[in-house]
């Protein structure tokens, strides 16, 4: 009876009746998008927005923060794993028979979802670095998570809980992230060869040269001092 009335699980039922009522390419394409498609777009924003902020005044300190994204992602997993060996929850359909899984071969424990973590926290740190952009990210990350239900691998509280952890971890993060990224960066900008990671504005924009100029930037002749 407590199983009936568990809203973890109502929810789950709720989109998982709904995929499982789906057929042909329709039923393809969310499982595809739920395990790879959603995940694969989100990782390509990443260059995207690098290709964007390159070329800021502050290139070194954002192209750190873009960094930071997929990286976060990666220290997410890292915490998820300890985290999900301790709860140790099945996945939903070994405890639910009529929760059918619209793909094959989902092994390990249900709490917390990787892809949701992992999902969020790249979605987080593009939204920190671009407003409109990380938007569309954050959005992507959410249908991710409403799709995990859908595939029925995961209840509502382990996306929930994957979200959580990975926007925790990667707003208190980003400080010391950046604080480490940026000096390399900021060295990848003075030296020939490696100047396209972070050049800056490029030249003529705010009265230096760009990463294209040749040679070391000369000193301004000082008036008054004459031959």
């Known amino acids: 009876m407590a199983e009936l009335t568990d809203p973890d699980v109502r929810l ?28 694969a ?7 995207l927005l690098w290709l964007m902020v390159r070329r800021r005044p502050d290139a ?38 009529d929760i ?17 973590s992992a999902a969020m926290a790249i979605a987080v740190g593009l939204l920190l670095v671009n407003r409109k952009l ?3 990210a954050v959005a992507l990350a959410l249908f991710q998570g409403v799709l995990r239900l859908t595939l029925g691998v995961h209840y509502p509280s382990d996306v929930v809980g994957g979200i959580a952890l ?17 000096p390399l960066l900021r060295w990848c900008g003075d030296t020939r060869g490696l100047r396209w990671i972070a050049p800056g504005p490029p030249a003529g924009a705010d009265g230096e040269p760009g990463e294209d100029s040749a040679g070391p930037r000369r000193r301004p002749v000082e008036k008054g001092l004459a031959a």
């Open 60 to 97: 070194p300190q954002a192209v750190a923060m873009v960094a930071w994204a997929p990286l976060a992602a990666a220290v997410a997993y890292g915490f998820n794993q300890p985290i999900s060996g301790l709860v140790a929850r099945p996945r939903p359909f070994l405890d639910h028979d």
């Open 12 to 39: 789950l039922r709720i989109f998982n009746d709904w995929g499982n009522g789906l057929d042909g390419w329709a039923a393809s394409l969310v499982t595809f998008l739920g395990e790879y498609g959603l995940a």
């Open 166 to 182: 990975a926007t925790a971890v990667t707003l208190l993060l980003m400080p010391l992230a950046v604080w480490a990224l940026a």
């Open 134 to 136: 990380g938007l569309v």
């Open 100 to 116: 059918v899984p619209m793909l094959e071969g989902k092994g390990g424990w249900s709490f917390v979802s990787d892809h949701s």
């Open 41 to 47: 777009t989100l990782v390509l924003m990443v260059p």
